[in-house]
C-alpha cells in the first residue's frame, strides 16, 4: 500500500500558549504546489531560509491535538524538532539520500555509503 501520511514523534514537542506539550503528529507527502506556492510569499522571498516554515506548515496535518498547523506554530519548534522535521519530509518526499552497500575495488571491504540523488549531487 502506498502511504502519504506518515507519523511522527518529535525528539522535545511544540509548548503551546496553555503549557500544553504537543509531541506526536502527522506528516504528508508534499505537492508540486506545496513546493512552488511558498515562492511566492513575502516572506520567503524576503528571507529564503523561512521557505521551510512555510512547507512544514502546510504539510503538517497533525501535530498533537492542536487544531491547524500554521507557520507560527513552525516558528515556535525548538532547533532539534526542526531539524527532525527537516530531516524526516526530505526523506519521505524522495529527497534524501539512501545508504547503499558498496564494495572496495582493491580490498573488498564492504561498507555503506550514501546514494546521490537522481540527476546529481
Not at 503538517?60 to 507560527?72: E, Y
Amino acid at each position: 500500500m502506498f502511504l502519504t501520511e506518515h507519523e511522527f514523534e518529535l525528539p522535545y514537542g511544540y509548548v503551546d500558549k496553555g503549557g500544553t506539550l504537543h509531541r506526536t503528529g502527522m506528516m504528508r507527502l508534499a505537492t508540486a504546489a506545496d513546493e512552488i506556492l511558498p515562492m511566492k510569499d513575502p516572506r520567503v522571498q524576503n528571507l529564503p531560509a523561512y521557505l521551510i516554515v512555510i512547507l512544514l506548515s502546510r504539510v503538517i496535518v497533525r501535530l498533537g491535538n492542536l487544531p491547524q498547523v500554521n507557520p507560527g506554530i513552525v516558528e515556535g519548534l525548538f532547533s532539534a524538532d526542526l531539524a527532525f522535521l527537516q530531516e524526516m519530509y526530505n526523506r519521505i518526499n524522495g529527497l534524501a539520500r539512501r545508504p547503499i552497500e558498496v564494495k572496495c575495488p582493491k580490498c573488498s571491504e564492504r561498507f555503506e555509503t550514501a546514494a546521490a540523488h537522481p540527476g546529481g549531487s
